[in-house]
């Protein structure tokens, strides 16, 4: 016993010496948990700080398991910007008690509730896909713009000017999106996905909205919401239907050889991107074209 | 900091998964972590719908009663259905489960409930889940405290009442001759690994859980016939499993949880490849 106790004391000792990663300039370092929320501080902050996200592309943030490396990030933020309403998972309700520490940003949140759809009727169940609607987005832009300016006001006007560039392009993003929706017939504006995302787009840009699967990504689909949407798809003579990104195909197609067997063709529109968005680097790892991405997908599908 | 917290609260979850496993396995219930871990989903959205609420204290609350509940059907259906207890935890756990997918889709499909979602935690978030004091001063990590406590009321258990346990586990009838109550004991017991399980996945997340109340015990059966002997080497393995675990993880930026089972594998494979060459 007495050795046991020994070896732990040793390996606890051991454990307390850990290397601790130095950074190398002295901007401010931003984490922001999912990257349209990183795309909206790299695009404010321009290179007055330091960014990094945590959620890669491709991520599905409702899954999304920790690695070692992300508590040092978190470590050495100096601000922590995530979603909130939950997307997070449990990870949200921990970045809000360190808000005590330093501080964490729930940018979605910042959204009035009255604009929030409500999931269920309960008072924490808001769907938390906000990011598809411009301008409830604008609301999570202003709170990050907000939050960078509060911890480095010696550069207040230089983020002040990018945000207020920002805001004008997802103005005119905005308006892109209402025009090219519009030139979908009228009747054909459906859209049906796998996962339950495009509530808020659907709401803001005038779309019918059928998911199969529920805000959850876990929750499973039941045989009758299969045979709801291939009778909704029928009746409505619906061209195509869409696959995203981070959630597997194999719902969506059931619904397509369902479609078949009764004798109406319904094609996969393409992929959209919902809970994560491209490469960074690439055009459709930005928020802007990314969503410009999805509304040439279903604009194409559908017209 | 970070690393010792994370080993710390590995090791807290290993030593109290490792002494509850040892009886576990003696009594052939090991599973009986894998099937809490599944049964709990209807007490979590049983929990939602009364509270209104995901808060964590009710999702605790409504899971801890549906693991008392999972081991006392597990050993009903063992004693008076006489099933085996393979057999009885796989119907107990699916079924449950199943109450839980139905409740979530027929009446919450559009929120987002889980396990994963509310009540598994996450071990590499430990370091900055504090618990503050009145004058917002950090105590410690909430899952160390909570994790020492559980600990705390294991080893009590154990060492107050080993007799009782040892007579139970190896000698039913013995037991009964002399008065000891197998079934109560049983349910207490049972009782401690629900308690111990829910209050785990919600600091570190679920597969640790299930496969440090395994994977340790398993290792040290093979090498020991002295129950004394097996829970001390049991908790040691566990303890290695996090700390080496730990640096694995470090060493490939992966999941924390991930690499402590991994090495609490190579252990028991390392055990039994000892055993086996020395015969």
Request: proline content about 2%.
């Amino acid at each position: 016993m007495k050795k046991l106790s020994f070896i732990l004391i040793v390996l606890v000792a051991l454990a307390g010496c850990t290397n601790k990663q130095e950074r190398s300039n002295d901007k401010p370092h931003i984490v922001a948990t999912t990257g349209m929320l990183f795309d909206a501080v790299v695009n404010i902050g321009g290179d007055k700080i330091t960014a990094e996200a945590i959620m890669g592309p491709g991520v599905d943030p409702h899954l999304y398991k920790a690695t070692q490396g992300d508590l040092a990030k978190f470590n050495q933020a100096d601000m922590i910007i995530y979603n909130g309403i939950l997307l997070e998972g449990k990870m949200s309700e921990i970045l809000k008690k360190l808000g005590k520490q330093k501080p964490t940003v729930a940018a979605a949140e910042s959204i009035p509730k009255e604009m929030l759809k409500s999931a269920i009727g309960y008072k924490d169940a808001y769907d938390p896909h906000v990011w598809f609607d411009v301008s409830r987005w604008k609301y999570a832009v202003k709170a990050i713009s907000e939050a960078i300016i509060s911890l480095d006001s010696t550069n207040q006007q230089f983020y002040y000017d990018n945000t207020r560039r920002y805001l004008s392009q997802l103005d005119s993003l905005d308006q892109y999106v209402k025009v090219r929706i519009k030139s979908i017939p009228e009747n054909q504006r459906i859209l049906i996905t796998a996962h339950d995302a495009f509530t808020y787009f659907g709401d803001a840009y005038g779309m019918r909205v059928e998911g199969l699967q529920g805000i959850s990504t876990v929750a499973d689909f039941g045989l009758k919401d299969i045979a709801e949407l291939i009778d909704l798809i029928i009746q409505n003579n619906i061209k195509a239907i869409f696959v995203e990104t981070s959630v597997s195909e194999k719902s969506i197609n059931a619904v397509v050889t369902g479609c078949k067997e009764k004798g109406h063709n319904v094609r996969i529109g393409g992929y959209l991107y919902s809970d994560a968005m491209g490469e960074f680097g690439t055009d459709e790892g930005t928020y802007i074209g990314m969503f410009r991405k999805n509304v040439e997908t279903i604009v194409n599908a559908l017209k | 900091m970070d690393a010792f917290w994370i080993i710390l609260t590995g090791s807290l979850v290993a030593v109290s998964c490792a002494i509850l496993g040892s009886f576990l396995i003696l009594r052939k219930m090991s599973m009986v972590g894998d099937a809490i871990s599944h049964s709990v989903l209807p007490g979590i959205v049983i929990a939602f719908f009364i509270a209104g609420s995901m808060q964590s204290i009710w999702m605790l609350v409504g899971a801890g009663i549906l693991g008392i509940l999972t081991t006392f059907l597990i050993e009903f259906f063992h004693q008076k259905g006489r099933l085996q207890t393979d057999a009885s935890i796989g119907v107990t756990f699916t079924w449950l489960f199943a109450l839980g997918v139905i409740l979530v889709t027929y009446y919450a499909g559009n929120a987002h409930i889980d396990q994963d979602c509310i009540l598994h935690g996450e071990i590499a978030y430990v370091p900055i889940d504090l618990i503050y004091d009145s004058n917002g001063n950090a105590i410690g990590p909430k899952a160390v405290i909570i994790l020492s406590f559980v600990l705390g009321l294991i080893l009590l258990f154990v060492v107050l009442f080993y007799k009782e346990l040892f007579i139970t586990t190896f000698d039913a009838s013995f037991a009964k001759v002399v008065g000891i109550s197998t079934n109560k004991w049983h349910y207490a017991l049972m009782g401690l690994v629900s308690l111990t399980t829910v209050a785990s996945f919600e600091s570190v997340g679920a597969i640790l859980v299930v496969a440090l109340l395994i994977a340790p015990a398993a290792a040290a059966y093979l090498i020991t016939n002295q129950l004394k002997v097996m829970l001390l080497l049991s908790s040691a393995f566990g303890i290695l499993s996090a700390f080496f675990g730990y640096w694995l993880s470090y060493l490939v930026d992966g999941s924390i949880a991930g690499a402590m089972v991994t090495v609490a594998g190579i252990i028991f494979a390392i055990c039994y490849f000892i055993v086996r060459f020395k015969k």
